[in-house]
């Protein structure tokens, strides 16, 4: 794998002025270019950053880069079929992958721990809650795993086999209850410690996006172009207002009382959940990237094909963009893991740092 480190090279050290002040009149900050990892073959999953290490998967390979240096620290092959974007904490890398398994890897250096064997490919992004891993299957079975031993808890059958579609959205962990909606639109909720269901709901549409909770709400997004918002004490539909013509697969994030939402019709809505209704839309003129929205300070930070682009949450009104350097005909979503914000194409992950 070649780097390209910017840091190092005179000639590629520049500082991107981008004068971004932040809503709450905090300082202006700058976006320095960090480094350019160039990948080996087409990035799919969401890469992470922990502790000033990038990890990502190409395939079947694992890999650990320090976002500083830009060295590789460890690289490891597999035959998993890795399908989930990585989960880090200080002691293990968790991946879900299309051969039916959730895996465990060593942070240090890359080894397995252990694997736990489920019915059906594990596409959903695993969530950590203390010692305990939880994961949606394509299944349609919740698991229950021990984070240290890999020892399957207790699992929990939300949908029969075949009838789970994607199951693409991840599980939220709440007030010590599991939520989540399956790709069919099964909503449900149920006690983290014994799998016991408090409530299953039919929404009657498909689902891709991760649900958002507010205070004692859930608000799903759907193929619908609906914001669906559902009390998750008991399930009960509270209301649904329709703001796009096409479907929603992006998680959205919450910004005070605005629900920021990136559509497929190329559109990006600040909805006033007390009101509602949409405040503002923002035409990104292409279709977004896929993934959850990154927040840089008070910015909403977006990935097309052309531009990376950050938008003031109050008003939708753009702050700056950043023009691809490399082929990006699959965009995603920019992750930002203070100070590092990182976007990737075809061919490059990019890491930029915040500069105060």
């Known amino acids: 794998m070649k780097i390209k480190n ?19 009149g905090g300082a202006y900050n700058n976006l320095m270019v960090k480094n350019e990892i160039q990948l080996a073959s087409k990035l799919v999953n969401e890469p992470v950053i922990y502790n000033k290490v990038l990890y990502y998967t190409l395939q079947y390979r694992l890999y650990a880069v320090n976002v500083e240096t830009g060295k590789t620290l460890w690289v490891k092959e597999y035959d998993d079929n890795f399908c989930t974007s990585p989960v880090v904490d200080d002691n293990s890398v968790l991946i879900g992958s299309a051969n039916y398994k959730l895996c465990s890897f060593s942070v240090k250096d890359g080894e397995r721990e252990w694997e ?7 596409n959903s992004i695993p969530v950590v809650d203390g010692h305990n891993v939880y994961f949606l299957g394509f299944d349609g079975k919740i698991y229950n795993i021990d984070l240290t031993t890999g020892y399957l808890i207790w699992k929990l059958e939300i949908e029969p086999r075949g009838f789970s579609g994607n199951i693409t959205p991840s599980l939220i962990l709440n007030n010590n209850n599991i939520y989540g909606v399956t790709y069919n639109g ?3 909720a149920v006690n983290y410690i014994d799998g016991e269901v408090h409530w299953i709901m039919d929404l009657g549409t498909n689902v891709e996006s991760t649900p ?5 709400n859930i608000y799903i997004c759907t193929y619908d172009g609906e914001i669906i918002v559902i009390n998750n004490e008991n399930g009960e539909l509270l209301w649904k207002v329709k703001i796009s013509s096409k479907k929603i697969i992006n998680t959205p994030v919450f910004y005070g009382d605005l629900l920021i939402v990136p559509s497929s019709d190329s559109n990006v809505y600040g909805v006033n959940i007390n ?49 691809h350097k490399d082929n990006n005909k699959d965009n995603n979503i920019p992750v930002y893991s203070f100070p590092y914000l990182i976007y990737w194409g075809n061919d490059y992950i990019h890491v930029y740092e915040l500069i105060e």
Request: glycine share 8%; aromatic share 10%.
């Open 6 to 24: 910017y840091l190092n090279t005179a000639v590629f050290l520049y500082i991107i002025l981008l004068n971004i002040q932040y809503a709450n």
């Open 116 to 122: 736990v064997q489920s019915e059906g490919v594990v």
């Open 186 to 188: 099964k909503v449900f």
């Open 212 to 216: 958002v909770i507010k205070e004692n």
């Open 275 to 323: 009101e509602r209704k949409v405040e503002w839309t923002y035409d990104l003129k292409s279709v977004p990237g896929y993934g959850k929205l990154a927040m840089l300070g008070d910015a909403i930070v977006i990935n097309t094909k052309e531009k990376v682009i950050a938008l003031d949450p109050n008003k939708g009104g753009e702050i700056y963009a950043i023009s």
